[in-house]
Every structure is written in structure tokens, then in C-alpha cells.
């Protein structure tokens, strides 16, 4: 079954970007809400990060995973 996965991200974000560009390269659907210019919706990012302010914030079937960095790794381990 495939994984569920939601980016937070915003458009001036190239870390966002790369991580769109690395889900669309591996096929992997995902929901993004951008959050550039919504601050309610940046305010409900920090309340389900525990604080975190930073994009994008990613998602996999409802669990934080972190960022580009961690969505990387679990690309590579096939964890998505």
C-alpha cells in the first residue's frame, strides 16, 4: 500500500521545491499545502511540528518525518 504523504511548503522555498522534484521523480503521490502567504495555516504547521517554523515539514501517513533532508533518507531506504 502506499504511503500517505503531505508537504508543507512555501514558493520562495528551494528545499520545498527539491523535495516535490524528488517525490515526482519517484512517483510518489502527495498532497502540498503551501504556506507562504497563509498564516493560519503556517500557525497550524508549528502547532503539529511542536514548534517548528522551518519548510517544508513532511508528513508520511500522519507521522512527522522532518524535512528534505529525512524525506532523502527515506527515499533511499525505500521506507516510501
Known sequence: MASEVLIYTASYCPYCA???KLLQ????????????DDDAMRAKL?????????????FVDGKPIGGYDDLVK??????I
Open 18 to 20: 527539491a523535495a516535490k
Open 46 to 58: 508549528v502547532d503539529r511540528t511542536g514548534g517548528r517554523e522551518t519548510v517544508p515539514q513532511i
Open 25 to 36: 521523480s519517484k512517483k510518489i503521490a502527495y498532497r502540498e499545502i503551501d504556506v507562504s
Open 74 to 79: 527515506m527515499v533511499s531506504k525505500g521506507e
